[in-house]
C-alpha cells in the first residue's frame, strides 16, 4: 500500500472588504510544521460561491512562496553579536554573517532595532545586540 503524503495544514478563509478597490474572499494555506504560508489566494465573490455550490475550477489570483521547506520543522535560536558603532547595513550583515552556520540564517533588522539591545554587555567598539536566527530542518520519522 503507497505510503500518503498529505502533511498537516491549516487554511484560513476571510472576507476582505476594500474602499480602494473591489472585495474579495482571501484564502491562505500554511505549513503546520514550519509555519509557512504558502500561498496566498484571492477570488471575487461570485465564482467563490460558485465554486461552493459545485462549479468547480473558477478563476482566481495566487502567490505562492516558501514551498522549499514545507514539511521541514523550523528552529530558532538567538545569539548575542556585536555591532560596531556607526555600522552601515553591510556592516551590520558582516557581523551576523560570522554566526550564519550550519544552515542558520540571521534576521538583519534585529541589528538595528534597539530593543534588541542586551543590557549589562557593553563594549568600546559597539554594542551587543541579540540578533534571531532560524534554519529549518528535516525531521527524522
Request: charged share 30%.
Amino acid at each position: 500500500m503507497a505510503k500518503e503524503n498529505f502533511k498537516p495544514g491549516k487554511m484560513s478563509i476571510s472576507r476582505t472588504h476594500c474602499s480602494r478597490r473591489d472585495d474579495y474572499v482571501h484564502i491562505t494555506i500554511s505549513d503546520e510544521k514550519s509555519g509557512i504560508q504558502f500561498i496566498d489566494l484571492r477570488m471575487d465573490f461570485e465564482p467563490f460561491a460558485e465554486m461552493l455550490l459545485g462549479l468547480s475550477c473558477q478563476p482566481c489570483k495566487f502567490e505562492l512562496y516558501g514551498v522549499d521547506n514545507i514539511g521541514e520543522r523550523k528552529e530558532i535560536k538567538h545569539e548575542n553579536v556585536l555591532i560596531f558603532t556607526g555600522a552601515t547595513s553591510y556592516d551590520r550583515r558582516v557581523s551576523i554573517a560570522e554566526y550564519e552556520v550550519d544552515g542558520w540564517i540571521g534576521r538583519d533588522l534585529d541589528a538595528s532595532n534597539s530593543h534588541r539591545r542586551v543590557q549589562g554587555m557593553s563594549s568600546d567598539k559597539g554594542i551587543w545586540t541579540s540578533i534571531s536566527f532560524h534554519r529549518f530542518v528535516e525531521e527524522k520519522e
